[in-house]
């Protein structure tokens, strides 16, 4: 499986778009954990939450290169576990 670099931009744009989302629902501000924070959790997301739907078999057609309602699904529900993974860490080390 090879990826080219308009996937790498599709991701980038669902995983801005996702880490905003999260950030808003975490946060409850508008601009959530900033811009490359927001940014960075999104593309984490999406890269899990895309893999994690591709094992699961859930919204075939995720390695298309389109922005849709599934991809933001995906990324969000990664960026969610991102989040979560980053909160237990945290919490350990307390």
């Known amino acids: 499986m090879s990826i080219s670099l308009a996937q790498i931009v599709v991701w980038a744009i669902v995983g801005l778009i996702a880490g905003s989302l999260v950030g808003f629902v975490v946060k409850g501000d508008r601009k959530g954990f900033g ?8 593309f984490a997301g999406a890269l899990i939450g895309g893999l994690l739907f591709r094992l699961l078999g859930l919204f075939p057609g995720l390695d298309q290169v389109t922005i849709s309602l599934r991809d ?8 969610l576990l991102v989040l979560a993974i980053l909160w237990f860490r945290q919490r350990e080390k307390i």
């Open 35 to 42: 811009l490359w924070a927001n940014l960075g959790i999104g």
């Open 72 to 79: 933001v699904t995906a990324a969000v529900v990664g960026s």
